[in-house]
């Protein structure tokens, strides 16, 4: 967004400022609608529950004008937005309020709480109390502040509230199970002052102060919290198995949340801390091999029955599969340990990385076998608590097995969730991979999810990750921008051989070929793919390469090399990993099937059968203009395009079979194509039978 930065306030006092300046927004009505919206922000906030919020008691049909009424006025308060509806757009049920340029001081508690509970899940109880000390420091007093009276009866300010009082307690857990309760006191009594009656609160500040030696002032507030208790009818606690005295004796209670502490068979826990500490620098940088030495060198440490250990080969087996494709081993013994202890997320977690490095290696069957049991897993709880990780791993996984309704479905529901704000890097995630299943689904605005996905990555890391280049690169490929292509492809090499990550190169070099080949340059192009092609590692973009191979044989006339492409080709393709590879040996199969003093007969159910597979889905650009060349000569119409998804590449083939080659080159010039260009302006003798058929036609 251009222009200055927004910053909305909810945790302490509704307000509005504006490249640090404060924007007045008067009106209690107003003040109060605008809290009710970033309450609910970005979801929508339907008309009825904003007439009994500022309107209680009345009836909803007869506030709505009222409603319409505040919702201009606060509008017309707010800085002005270019873009349909501004600040605040209209829904069919209400009003939502938008956030681009915007930043929710109650939005961003919300986030790192929920990262700071991942934390304390991953065995990171250090970023955990990172995260909740920033997340706690954006409150100043009572949600809306002044305004609090009158929304204190609101059941999202309750669960604000309630959420505020859950990350105190997590933070007062994590410091006393660190051995620092001294540093947990006075966030306790603080609580203790704002909620008297609270037992958790109290419980833990007698532990704390027991735990500090200061024994006297334990019992003191124990005595004071019995006594306010006991002024209450019905309002005696229980016994007391928390009682300060009993401390004496070491029976501390065990707080709520207590992360596993290191290892006490770590002769070096500093350095075990110091370790996990740069392995998480180096997952949030995209340094894949430098995350996989730390988590090697804290697992040599980690004894067998510690409950941290799964989390920890989960996360190793993770770096390797992005840096090498490997893993496997790790993430089993992290299955075999999650299972055993009937860790739910866990199994789930293990199972989708299990199907993530099977499908990288070409092995279909062996991810769907182990994406099915993560979705049952996964099914026994509600989707809104799944972990956002989670959801973006199964997300990209249905996507790229042939299930890409089901994945936009699962992706939506994620980012339209109003009781969580997925993290930045999750948020990419799913948005690049909703964007993959969009496309195969025939939807361009796939293409504007792949690039949105890359820049707000960008933005909130500072750089970009190769895979969310690879899945842009692929979207703006298919939508006839091979300009753009090139652009994004040099910019992630740059990334991959600064990281270097030989899993994010072996991306990028099959890309490179391709683009080499696109540019008119197919000698540099073979000598590419023929490089790529010589290391045996089951890629999944094997047959991507073995396709331009026996492309680029058949333009040098070289048959017998290119039969050789179409054999490896066809048993790539049996594998079934991306439905492209059918695409690619039908064609290829076809092409050398049209040779010269070569029978035809089989050329038109080849060509039918590769159309048959981009079903409604956009034209692999790899076909370029091979495809309505072979559909010409097999005597196959254009009308057998209309159901795939329309795109330059096959307005271009379809003025091709038109007869407009004129029109057609034109349009690939467009694309960015110099070799189909090339090909589009070559003579194409038919063979007899065919051209007589065409005649007849006529």
Same mark, same amino acid.
């Given at each position: 967004?251009?222009?200055?930065?927004?910053?909305?306030?909810?945790?302490?006092?509704?307000?509005?400022?504006?490249?640090?300046?404060?924007?007045?927004?008067?009106?209690?009505?107003?003040?109060?609608?605008?809290?009710?919206?970033?309450?609910?922000?970005?979801?929508?906030?339907?008309?009825?529950?904003?007439?009994?919020?500022?309107?209680?008691?009345?009836?909803?049909?007869?506030?709505?004008?009222?409603?319409?009424?505040?919702?201009?006025?606060?509008?017309?308060?707010?800085?002005?937005?270019?873009?349909?509806?501004?600040?605040?757009?209209?829904?069919?049920?209400?009003?939502?309020?938008?956030?681009?340029?915007?930043?929710?001081?109650?939005?961003?508690?919300?986030?790192?709480?929920?990262?700071?509970?991942?934390?304390?899940?991953?065995?990171?109880?250090?970023?955990?109390?990172? /995260?909740?000390?920033?997340?706690?420091?954006?409150?100043?007093?009572?949600?809306?502040?002044?305004?609090?009276?009158?929304?204190?009866?609101?059941?999202?300010?309750?669960?604000?509230?309630?959420?505020?009082?859950?990350?105190?307690?997590?933070?007062?857990?994590?410091?006393?199970?660190?051995?620092?309760?001294?540093?947990?006191?006075?966030?306790?009594?603080?609580?203790?002052?704002?909620?008297?009656?609270?037992?958790?609160?109290?419980?833990?500040?007698?532990?704390?102060?027991?735990?500090?030696?200061?024994?006297?002032?334990?019992?003191?507030?124990?005595?004071?919290?019995?006594?306010?208790?006991?002024?209450?009818?019905?309002?005696?606690?229980?016994?007391?198995?928390?009682?300060?005295?009993?401390?004496?004796?070491?029976?501390?209670?065990?707080?709520?949340?207590?992360?596993?502490?290191?290892?006490?068979?770590?002769?070096?826990?500093?350095?075990?801390?110091?370790?996990?500490?740069?392995?998480?620098?180096?997952?949030?940088?995209?340094?894949?091999?430098?995350?996989?030495?730390?988590?090697?060198?804290?697992?040599?440490?980690?004894?067998?029955?510690?409950? +941290?250990?799964?989390? /920890?080969?989960?996360?190793?087996?993770?770096?390797?599969?992005?840096?090498?494709?490997?893993?496997?081993?790790?993430?089993?013994?992290?299955?075999?340990?999650?299972?055993?202890?009937?860790?739910?997320?866990?199994?789930?977690?293990?199972?989708?990385?299990?199907?993530?490095?099977?499908?990288?290696?070409?092995?279909?069957?062996?991810?769907?076998?182990?994406?099915?049991?993560?979705?049952?897993?996964?099914?026994?709880?509600?989707?809104?608590?799944?972990?956002?990780? /989670?959801?973006?791993?199964?997300?990209?996984?249905?996507?790229?097995?042939?299930?890409?309704?089901?994945?936009?479905?699962?992706?939506?529901?994620?980012?339209?969730?109003?009781?969580?704000?997925?993290?930045?890097?999750?948020?990419?995630?799913?948005?690049?991979?909703?964007?993959?299943?969009?496309?195969?689904?025939?939807?361009?605005?796939?293409?504007?999810?792949?690039?949105?996905?890359?820049?707000?990555?960008?933005?909130?890391?500072?750089?970009?990750?190769?895979?969310?280049?690879?899945?842009?690169?692929?979207?703006?490929?298919?939508?006839?921008?091979?300009?753009?292509?090139?652009?994004?492809?040099?910019?992630?090499?740059?990334?991959?051989?600064?990281?270097?990550?030989?899993?994010?190169?072996?991306?990028?070099?099959?890309?490179?070929?391709?683009?080499?080949?696109?540019?008119?340059?197919?000698?540099?192009?073979?000598?590419?793919?023929?490089?790529?092609?010589?290391?045996?590692?089951?890629?999944?973009?094997?047959?991507?390469?073995?396709?331009?191979?026996?492309?680029?044989?058949?333009?040098?006339?070289?048959?017998?090399?290119?039969?050789?492409?179409?054999?490896?080709?066809?048993?790539?393709?049996?594998?079934?990993?991306?439905?492209?590879?059918?695409?690619?040996?039908?064609?290829?199969?076809?092409?050398?099937?049209?040779?010269?003093?070569?029978?035809?007969?089989?050329?038109?159910?080849?060509?039918?059968?590769?159309?048959?597979?981009?079903?409604?889905?956009?034209?692999?650009?790899?076909?370029?203009?091979?495809?309505?060349?072979?559909?010409?000569?097999?005597?196959?119409?254009?009308?057998?395009?209309?159901?795939?998804?329309?795109?330059?590449?096959?307005?271009?083939? +379809?003025?091709?079979?038109?007869?407009?080659?004129?029109?057609?080159?034109?349009?690939?010039?467009?694309?960015?194509?110099?070799?189909?260009?090339?090909?589009?302006?070559?003579?194409?003798?038919?063979?007899?039978?065919?051209?007589?058929?065409?005649?007849?036609?006529?």
């Amino acid at each position: 967004m251009g222009g200055p930065r927004e910053h909305g306030r909810l945790l302490g006092g509704v307000g509005w400022e504006v490249a640090g300046t404060p924007l007045p927004i008067s009106g209690r009505q107003r003040r109060l609608l605008l809290g009710l919206l970033m309450l609910h922000a970005p979801a929508v906030v339907p008309v009825s529950r904003i007439a009994t919020a500022l309107w209680p008691g009345r009836d909803p049909a007869d506030a709505r004008p009222a409603v319409h009424v505040q919702l201009h006025r606060l509008r017309r308060a707010l800085p002005a937005l270019d873009l349909p509806g501004g600040r605040i757009p209209a829904d069919q049920s209400g009003y939502a309020l938008r956030l681009d340029g915007l930043d929710l001081d109650v939005l961003v508690f919300r986030q790192h709480h929920h990262d700071a509970l991942r934390m304390v899940d991953e065995g990171r109880p250090d970023l955990a109390l990172n /995260l909740l000390r920033e997340a706690l420091g954006r409150w100043t007093g009572h949600p809306l502040g002044s305004l609090h009276p009158q929304a204190s009866g609101w059941p999202e300010v309750a669960a604000l509230e309630d959420a505020r009082e859950r990350a105190r307690e997590t933070l007062v857990d994590l410091e006393i199970a660190l051995g620092r309760p001294a540093a947990a006191l006075p966030v306790l009594r603080k609580a203790v002052a704002e909620h008297p009656e609270h037992e958790g609160f109290q419980r833990r500040l007698v532990q704390a102060l027991t735990e500090c030696g200061r024994h006297e002032e334990a019992v003191d507030a124990y005595r004071a919290y019995r006594s306010r208790r006991g002024a209450i009818p019905g309002g005696e606690p229980g016994p007391a198995p928390w009682s300060p005295r009993r401390t004496y004796q070491g029976r501390t209670p065990a707080p709520a949340v207590r992360p596993t502490p290191s290892a006490p068979a770590d002769p070096h826990p500093a350095a075990r801390h110091a370790l996990l500490r740069a392995a998480d620098f180096a997952e949030r940088t995209g340094g894949h091999g430098q995350a996989q030495e730390c988590l090697a060198a804290v697992l040599a440490t980690t004894a067998p029955d510690e409950p +941290e250990r799964p989390r /920890l080969l989960v996360r190793l087996a993770d770096q390797r599969a992005r840096d090498s494709g490997e893993g496997v081993s790790e993430a089993r013994e992290a299955l075999r340990i999650f299972t055993h202890r009937g860790d739910l997320a866990g199994i789930a977690e293990a199972r989708l990385l299990l199907a993530r490095i099977a499908w990288c290696r070409s092995d279909r069957r062996a991810a769907l076998d182990a994406v099915a049991p993560a979705r049952q897993v996964l099914a026994a709880r509600p989707q809104v608590t799944w972990p956002v990780p /989670l959801v973006a791993s199964l997300v990209g996984l249905l996507a790229v097995t042939g299930q890409p309704d089901e994945a936009v479905g699962r992706a939506d529901a994620a980012l339209r969730s109003g009781e969580r704000t997925p993290a930045p890097r999750d948020r990419s995630r799913l948005l690049s991979n909703r964007g993959i299943a969009r496309l195969d689904l025939g939807d361009p605005g796939g293409s504007g999810d792949c690039l949105d996905a890359m820049t707000s990555h960008e933005r909130s890391a500072g750089w970009t990750p190769v895979v969310l280049s690879v899945n842009a690169m692929d979207a703006v490929a298919g939508l006839g921008d091979l300009a753009r292509y090139a652009r994004i492809l040099a910019r992630a090499r740059a990334t991959a051989e600064t990281r270097g990550c030989t899993q994010d190169l072996r991306y990028l070099d099959a890309a490179r070929a391709w683009c080499t080949f696109w540019s008119g340059d197919p000698a540099d192009a073979e000598r590419q793919v023929q490089h790529w092609l010589a290391h045996e590692d089951r890629h999944f973009l094997t047959d991507q390469c073995l396709y331009l191979d026996g492309r680029l044989k058949l333009l040098r006339g070289n048959r017998s090399g290119a039969a050789q492409a179409l054999e490896r080709l066809t048993e790539q393709s049996r594998r079934g990993v991306r439905w492209q590879a059918r695409v690619y040996a039908a064609v290829l199969a076809a092409a050398l099937a049209t040779g010269r003093n070569r029978p035809t007969r089989g050329v038109p159910a080849l060509v039918e059968e590769a159309i048959g597979v981009v079903g409604t889905a956009f034209l692999p650009p790899e076909l370029g203009v091979d495809l309505p060349i072979l559909m010409r000569i097999a005597g196959v119409p254009a009308t057998a395009l209309a159901r795939v998804a329309p795109s330059p590449w096959r307005s271009a083939a +379809e003025a091709y079979l038109s007869g407009n080659r004129h029109q057609a080159a034109q349009r690939y010039r467009v694309i960015g194509s110099r070799t189909d260009l090339a090909g589009c302006r070559r003579r194409v003798e038919l063979p007899p039978r065919t051209a007589a058929a065409r005649r007849s036609s006529h």
